[in-house]
Each structure stands twice: as C-alpha cells, then as structure tokens.
C-alpha cells in the first residue's frame, strides 16, 4: 500500500471516475465487514466514513466477542448459538491473533437475583451451544486465585465460562484493510452529503467534490443512520433507539486470569475485563436521546460504572485515583418502548424509497453475519447467484508461528505486535531497519512503538494523533495521552504526509528515512 497523500488522491480520482457494484456509507465493523464480505464476491466497492474508520461504536465496545449469557434470558437462544458460532469462526479463522479466549466468572452472592442451581443450568447450555468443556461452579477461594481483587464477603459460589475478547477498532481496521487490498476504494474523512437516488452520492473529502457512481448504495452509518435516510427522504422518521455505553479503564494492582460477568437483576450484567494489562469496566445501558455526536461521558455515568463494579471487587481499585481512561459509545436499537436493557439486540434492514439499503443495530460479534445477510438483501441488483459463506483470515490472520522480531524487543512487546498485528507485525518493526530509535516506545512504559505511527500513516489511513491513539493502538485507553505523547505522534504522523507528497512528487532523496 502507498503512503497516505497518494492514497486519499488515488482515492478521491477513483471514487469520481469508477462506477461501482457497491458504495457502502460507514466505516464501522458493520460497514466495513460489508466491504470486504462484498469484495470477497468480485464486488467493485467505495467504503466512506465522515470520520475514521471505526471512529464510532466500534472503538466503544466491550472489547468482547461473546454469545451474550444474558440474552438466554431475553429468550435469544437464536441469537446465543450464532454468536457462538461466529465467535468460534473468528477465533480459529479469521482472526486467531485479535480474537483470543478468556474465562468468564459469574459471581453469586447472598443477595443477588440467581441461585446456583439457576446459573449452573444456564452456563449448561450457554456451553453446550458454546461447545466449550470449562464451565460449572467453583468455589470462592479457586476465584480468587483467578481474580485477585473479587470481593469474598457473601460470595456462595461463582459460575465459569468461557468467551472471547477482542481490539475491536483494531477488528474493524483489518476488515478496511482486506476490502482495500481485494480492490476496494476506502477513504476515511470523506462525508456523503447527498444521495443521487439510484445513481450512488455526492461526497465530500479535503474540500473536494466528487460525484460517486454506485449500483447500490448501503447505509451503514451505525447511530447516524437515519441522518443518512434522510438525504434519501428528508422526511423519513427515526428508525432506532440510541443508548449510551460507558466504560472506565482502571489499573489493577495484579494479573487477572479471568473477567468478570457481574449480575444487576434478572436482565443487566456488566463485565470487569482484563485488557492489555488494563481493567475495562462496564458498561452502562441508558437511552441518548440527542445528537450521535453529542455523546460523551459525564460523572454520573463514571459513578454508575464504578459502584457497579463494586459490587463485585475490592472498593479500593475501583476507586477514582485508578481511572486511567473513559469513553463512551452508543448501540444502536430496534425502535420501541421500554428500557433500553430489554430492548433485542437483533439487527433490522430496511430499503429506501430510492433504493438505499439500510442497515441498522447488531453486535460486534455477528458482524460477518450481518454482511452476508446484507449482502443477500441486494443479491438481485447486484446480479449475485449465490453467496459464499466460508470464512476467509483476515491480514495478518496466518503466519503467526513464523513471526520474526528483533532480539532488542522483549516478550512482552512481541506478543502485544503480535495481538494488534498479526503476521504482519514483522513489516511494523522491518521499517526499523534503518531508523533503530523507531523501535522506542511511544510512551515511557507502554508497549507501543514509533514504528507503529508511522506504519499507522503509511499503511493504514491514520491522519490524527487521536486515529493513531484511541484506534490503532492501545495508548489513549492506557491514558497515555500526555502533550509530549501527543506532540510525538503528530510529528511521526506529518513526516509521513510530507514524505509522501515527496515521492508522489518524484523527489529523489524522498526514499531517505
């Protein structure tokens, strides 16, 4: 892939004078999944997002590739087995570095909505459908042992199964990728601002116009979906319900070999996940009733996360002294009354009157799911016969036993490559071969490199210091975002941008690190 100048001009040339099989507006999981599923068929594919890619809810997860336990509940066991199965698929196939499995402990105290018989009955089946063999209960003490700071005090028993977590910005980011390497035109920053019925859009990107051809044009806006329906019919009306997700990122005193799945009342759980060193806690459930841009984390939302988790842990690390990051994000629901908690988690589509398909709601981990069911919503425009359902990795998916690393990084900062990239973790620290300080971490302490900015830059659209920070590593949820860190980056981050215009230019001492 060629430096990032070349790419958004290549890109905007590309997107005025193709036409296009597909023009998917939304670079999130499910836009993006979209992409690359389309690609993958022989699909001629524009992906856009008005922001970065992944810049939405699918930086804001959970960080979970899960069946969902609570959804038994819901009476989802529909949704429970494909989850099941998709997390399967990704873990082994598509995905083995970012996808990775993880113990699950349900704690039961004296006062809590289940008793054992109940949770163990459930996990039963949760991992029956799973095909998981660790599950059952264990006693407090073997709990403790797996998470150090569990609260004890009125603990009965606790449940244990087994699940998947996941970098989920990092997910959606190899999902771009493969579209782009199959021969998709992927732009980030580039906003569509009018529908030309059934003849694609009008975007907009670096101040440029261009009018973009497309057979079909597929709604993936995620929370800004109806904003996009509405260029197609400026008097559409709300389709879905938004409810805000907060998370709080604490540091834990020690390893954990296990999260935490803690019950609230028959329905709500939130979840304390071991994540790059980290804890990640939450989530909230609370319906947002403004602007998807609006959304944001207030002290209310950040007291609900951490008493939540109190009820489980040690006060003393989910205390406000331990807050090393927050963020907040936003699902998108089915329309309807009643809380947002109870609310499906199922996905709908719709078609617009000009033809637009809309995709709303899902989950991360049934993306490829709902790729391949939008893909079959416009089988007959696209003139597809059939849709191929098999699996394909991900870049960076294969090779991973082959990987090699200069003998200066240290085991830690291999495997921490080796999550975020894959095989391709040797291209990142290769161009260090003529810059060794590339090889410093970013930031004192942390596990991210400054090869990795300027591969950010060249290979995979990264144009901010918060693109490079929040998505593409793991250093603005470490809270590392210090100004000399920041400052850092966008030096890494420009030097790029000027050294592509070089070269784009034919500068000769342009190839010079």
């Known amino acids: 892939m060629d430096e990032p100048a070349v790419v958004r001009d290549d890109a905007l040339e590309q997107l005025g004078s193709r036409e296009f099989d597909l023009l998917v507006i939304g670079g999130g999981i499910v836009g993006a999944g979209i992409a690359a599923t389309a690609t993958q068929h022989g699909l001629s594919v524009a ?6 890619f992944g810049g939405g809810t699918s930086s804001a997860s959970s ?10 509940r819901l009476g989802d066991v529909g949704l429970v087995r494909e989850a099941h199965e998709e997390r399967r698929i990704l873990m082994r196939t598509v995905a083995p570095h970012l996808v990775q499995q993880l113990p699950f402990l349900f704690p039961l105290y004296g006062d809590g909505p289940y ?10 089946v949760y991992s029956t459908l799973a095909r998981a063999k660790l599950n059952g209960l ?13 609260r004890t005090e009125g603990l009965r028993k606790c449940g244990l199964y087994v699940d998947c977590w996941t970098h989920d910005s990092r997910l959606t980011l190899a999902n771009v990728r493969a579209a782009a390497e ?18 694609g859009a009008v975007v907009e990107a670096d101040g440029r116009t261009v009018d973009v051809s497309a057979r079909v044009v597929v709604n993936a806006a995620g929370p800004w979906i109806d904003s996009v329906r509405r260029l197609e019919d400026p008097d559409a009306s709300p389709s879905v319900r938004l409810s805000k997700g907060v998370h709080v990122v604490v540091e834990p005193e020690r390893p954990w070999t296990a999260a935490l799945t803690i019950p609230h009342d028959k329905v709500r759980v939130s979840f304390a996940v071991p994540w790059e060193g980290m804890l990640l806690l939450g989530t909230t459930d609370t319906l947002h009733e403004g602007s998807p841009d609006d959304v944001a984390v207030d002290d209310a939302d950040v007291e609900q996360v951490l008493a939540e988790a109190a009820r489980a842990l040690d006060p003393a690390l989910v205390t406000r002294n331990r807050i ?23 996905t709908v589509y719709m078609r617009g009157p000009g033809g637009m398909l809309t995709v709303a709601g899902g989950k991360l981990t049934t993306y490829r799911r709902i790729a391949l069911e939008a893909l079959d919503h416009v089988r007959a425009d696209l003139g597809l016969h059939r849709l191929d359902r098999r699996p394909q990795p991900l870049p960076g998916a294969v090779g991973l036993d082959s990987v090699a690393f200069p003998e200066s990084l240290d085991p830690a900062t291999r495997s921490h490559l080796l999550h975020l990239y894959g095989s391709l973790a040797e291209d990142v620290v290769g161009l260090a071969a003529d810059d060794p300080s590339l090889l410093e971490p970013i930031a004192p302490g942390a596990p991210d490199l400054a090869a990795q900015a300027v591969y950010a830059a060249r290979h995979e659209w990264a144009r901010t210091p918060d693109d490079f920070l929040r998505r593409r590593t793991t250093l603005a949820l470490r809270g590392r975002t210090e100004p000399e860190v920041v400052q850092r980056v966008e030096r890494l981050l420009g030097d790029q941008r000027q050294l592509a215009v070089l070269r784009e230019a034919g500068d000769a001492d342009a190839d010079q690190p």
Do not use: C, W
């Open 47 to 52: 992906l856009v997002d008005r922001k970065d």
């Open 138 to 150: 264990v006693d407090p003490e073997r709990a403790r042992r797996m998470v150090p700071e569990l």
């Open 324 to 346: 090393r990051s927050s963020f907040a994000g936003l699902r998108v629901l089915p329309g309807g009354e009643g809380a947002t908690a109870n609310a499906r988690r199922e």
């Open 115 to 124: 008793r054992p018989f109940v949770l163990q009955t459930a996990i039963a």
């Open 182 to 199: 199959a021969g998709a035109t992927v732009l980030n920053y580039a906003e569509v601002v009018a529908l030309r019925g059934s003849e």
């Open 63 to 72: 960080k979970l590739i899960h069946g969902g336990l609570r959804y038994l």
